[in-house]
């Protein structure tokens, strides 16, 4: 069975017009994110040109600041509150940009979802700011890394890896 959370509303809709009538995949609503790993992980790592519009840093500091607003107005699923019954052998991220740390240490704290040879299949956008791959590794071991490079039907490469332990351990 296929877990899959889609935090902003429109694309839960869209998912759920794809896939709401297969049985094995399983839509959620939510963010798989904290309110405390968004500050902690996300704003703290955004990189960019000075400024508000994208892609400055300020346009991605104003964003992810009006996240609780946008929850509340119903735009976005709440927080993550919904384990998968059981360990993924593959977690696929494809989130916002800087986004990934704070899934990654999300679904980190949550034992019960991952393992140490469950499998990281992550999308490295980021642009000339700064890669997610550069902010992951600035925090965690990456085991068995292999970075695809983008080819004509995607525009950024993707990682495959294993979390190996805190870079800082």
């Not at 798989?32 to 790592?45: A, D, H, W």
Request: glycine fraction near 12%; include cysteine.
């Amino acid at each position: 069975t296929i877990h899959s959370y889609e935090g902003g509303k429109s694309l839960y809709e869209a998912a759920r017009k794809l896939w709401g009538t297969h049985r094995r995949v399983v839509l959620h609503n939510e963010l798989v994110m904290t309110k405390e790993n968004l500050g902690r992980y996300v704003v703290k790592n955004i990189k960019g040109p000075p400024g508000t519009k994208w892609p400055g840093r300020g346009h991605y500091e104003q964003y992810y600041g009006t996240t609780e607003a946008m929850i509340a107005k119903g735009e976005m699923g709440g927080w993550f509150a919904t384990e998968p019954p059981c360990k993924a052998d593959i977690i696929l991220i494809d989130g916002t940009r800087f986004t990934h740390a704070g899934i990654v240490a999300t679904l980190l704290q949550h034992d019960k979802i991952w393992g140490r040879d469950t499998v990281w299949l992550v999308e490295n956008d980021g642009g000339n700011e700064a890669s997610e791959q550069e902010i992951l590794e600035s925090i965690w071991k990456l085991g068995r890394l292999t970075v695809e490079p983008p080819s004509a039907h995607q525009d950024h490469p993707w990682m495959v890896f294993q979390v190996d332990g805190c870079v800082k351990e």
